[in-house]
């Protein structure tokens, strides 16, 4: 816990502005400083709600004794300072300074390079950067080099772009459209050093990035509360970025063969249908249902490409072998423009029959029932397209010498 005195406090208001971000807008005048809290809120408070944001700043002198706040006036800019480092990739908080709303961002290049622990003659960029804030419910306090917020400042929540801009040192600060609370992220000048060493070599890249970025949790099909891994994607990567992505994690030579399936957020269970290839654009697309978002995929390693699987139907056959009382389950893959007749074919290399010239019927159960027969005459191929074919349970039995013989004779019913 830190005590100051109240002559070393000094309150600001907070503003919306109009691109949706909050500021620390001016200092609670005389007036309202001998307000209570109550009817500063009331005052303060546009949305009628039961908060009162502000922020405090707090000014040290020599070895970090707080000292009174210096006097506002009207040509004063309170300006907020951070420091991005494109080896780390990381943006920290460096400063405030008060700057003259005539003066000119090229009169404080060396005190930002004192900040940053840089030489003073370092050449610098500086960018203008339109962070949101959210408010913690907590209110908690944090201590972010010398200055103490009432309210949690979060970053990054700007849309539907990164708003980042280059900032003219000549400029003056009020013809650069700064104001009070405005954030300048600054960095090394790599006009000589080049870029190609680094991800993202300057604030805008980086932020775009931080924007972006998704971290997913995949998981197998198969066994999907097991061998869970994350992977850092973006939220703007297309399908063949995200396989690809995943075909390095997983060590396979052809990401055309991952198949990918979206995660349902009301049951908590994979989607009932898989991904097609070239399905979505984006990853967003991906990890959305409805008016939900998340962040989990499940994938299988597929046999054969993805794209040569969707122009073939797969269908699951179970073989009831009669004389053994036996069970067999077989998958059979053939092009959609097949036959009954080619399944049935397809299926009797694959399962054991009594004689070698046996015929099969194939049936389709729903319910545990016999919903219909595809197949129960052996003199014709039906004609049915596998397209076409239902999504029901398939079961596939030989006919008996009993009822061929039967089908090889012609009846005439006589009435």
Same mark, same amino acid.
């Given at each position: 816990?830190?005590?100051?005195?109240?002559?070393?406090?000094?309150?600001?208001?907070?503003?919306?502005?109009?691109?949706?971000?909050?500021?620390?807008?001016?200092?609670?005048?005389?007036?309202?400083?001998?307000?209570?809290?109550?009817?500063?809120?009331?005052?303060?408070?546009?949305?009628?709600?039961?908060?009162?944001?502000?922020?405090?700043?707090?000014?040290?002198?020599?070895?970090?004794?707080?000292?009174?706040?210096?006097?506002?006036?009207?040509?004063?800019?309170?300006?907020?300072?951070?420091?991005?480092?494109?080896?780390?990739?990381?943006?920290?908080?460096?400063?405030?300074?008060?700057?003259?709303?005539? /003066?000119?961002?090229?009169?404080?290049?060396?005190?930002?390079?004192?900040?940053?622990?840089?030489?003073?003659?370092?050449?610098?960029?500086?960018?203008?950067?339109?962070?949101?804030?959210?408010?913690?419910?907590?209110?908690?306090?944090?201590?972010? /080099?010398?200055?103490?917020?009432?309210?949690?400042?979060?970053?990054?929540?700007?849309?539907?772009?990164?708003?980042?801009? *280059?900032?003219?040192? &000549?400029?003056?600060?009020?013809?650069?459209?700064?104001?009070? /609370?405005?954030?300048?992220?600054?960095?090394?000048?790599?006009?000589?050093?080049?870029?190609?060493?680094?991800?993202?070599?300057?604030?805008?890249?980086?932020?775009?990035?931080?924007?972006?970025?998704?971290?997913?949790?995949?998981?197998?099909?198969?066994?999907?509360?097991?061998?869970?891994?994350?992977?850092?994607?973006?939220?703007?990567? &297309?399908?063949?970025?995200?396989?690809?992505?995943?075909?390095?994690?997983?060590?396979?030579?052809?990401?055309?063969?991952?198949?990918?399936?979206? *995660?349902?957020?009301?049951?908590? *269970?994979?989607?009932?249908?898989?991904?097609?290839?070239?399905?979505?654009?984006?990853?967003?697309?991906?990890?959305?249902?409805?008016?939900?978002?998340?962040?989990?995929?499940?994938?299988?390693?597929?046999?054969?490409?993805?794209?040569?699987?969707?122009?073939?139907?797969?269908?699951?056959?179970?073989?009831?072998?009669?004389?053994?009382?036996?069970?067999?389950?077989?998958?059979?893959?053939?092009?959609?423009?097949?036959?009954?007749?080619?399944?049935?074919?397809?299926?009797?290399?694959?399962?054991?029959?009594?004689?070698?010239?046996?015929?099969?019927?194939?049936?389709?159960?729903?319910? *545990?029932?016999?919903?219909?027969?595809?197949?129960?005459?052996?003199?014709?191929?039906?004609?049915?397209?596998? /397209?076409?074919?239902?999504?029901?349970?398939?079961?596939?039995?030989?006919?008996?010498?009993?009822?061929? &013989?039967?089908?090889?004779?012609?009846?005439?019913?006589?009435?």
């Amino acid at each position: 816990m830190v005590y100051l005195s109240v002559q070393f406090q000094r309150y600001w208001l907070w503003a919306k502005r109009q691109n949706h971000t909050y500021r620390p807008n001016r200092p609670l005048t005389a007036q309202e400083e001998v307000q209570s809290v109550g009817q500063l809120r009331e005052v303060s408070n546009k949305a009628n709600n039961a908060e009162l944001k502000l922020f405090l700043e707090v000014e040290f002198g020599l070895e970090l004794q707080p000292v009174p706040p210096p006097e506002k006036i009207k040509e004063d800019i309170l300006l907020f300072f951070k420091l991005y480092d494109p080896s780390k990739e990381e943006i920290r908080y460096a400063g405030r300074l008060f700057v003259k709303g005539s /003066g000119k961002p090229l009169e404080i290049l060396a005190k930002l390079n004192e900040l940053a622990g840089f030489l003073p003659d370092e050449e610098i960029e500086l960018f203008e950067v339109n962070f949101s804030s959210s408010f913690a419910a907590s209110s908690s306090t944090q201590n972010i /080099g010398c200055d103490f917020y009432l309210c949690y400042l979060q970053e990054i929540k700007f849309e539907p772009n990164v708003m980042c801009e *280059h900032i003219n040192r &000549n400029l003056s600060f009020r013809g650069c459209q700064l104001e009070d /609370g405005d954030i300048i992220c600054f960095q090394k000048s790599l006009r000589k050093q080049g870029n190609e060493q680094y991800r993202f070599p300057e604030v805008p890249s980086f932020l775009e990035y931080v924007h972006n970025r998704q971290v997913v949790r995949f998981c197998s099909l198969e066994k999907s509360k097991e061998d869970e891994f994350t992977l850092e994607l973006s939220k703007q990567n &297309n399908y063949d970025e995200v396989v690809e992505c995943l075909a390095r994690h997983l060590h396979l030579d052809d990401p055309s063969k991952v198949r990918l399936t979206s *995660h349902n957020c009301y049951s908590q *269970h994979p989607k009932p249908q898989p991904i097609r290839y070239h399905g979505v654009d984006r990853l967003t697309e991906i990890l959305s249902h409805y008016n939900q978002t998340s962040d989990i995929l499940y994938y299988e390693v597929l046999d054969i490409p993805l794209r040569e699987l969707q122009g073939l139907k797969t269908l699951k056959v179970t073989f009831y072998h009669a004389a053994k009382d036996e069970v067999t389950i077989h998958t059979i893959r053939l092009p959609k423009q097949s036959t009954i007749g080619d399944v049935l074919n397809d299926l009797k290399t694959k399962v054991e029959l009594s004689r070698p010239d046996a015929e099969l019927r194939l049936v389709e159960v729903f319910y *545990h029932k016999i919903y219909k027969v595809l197949r129960c005459c052996i003199a014709s191929f039906y004609t049915v397209v596998l /397209g076409l074919l239902r999504c029901f349970s398939l079961l596939s039995t030989q006919i008996s010498s009993l009822v061929v &013989n039967l089908i090889s004779f012609t009846y005439f019913f006589v009435f």
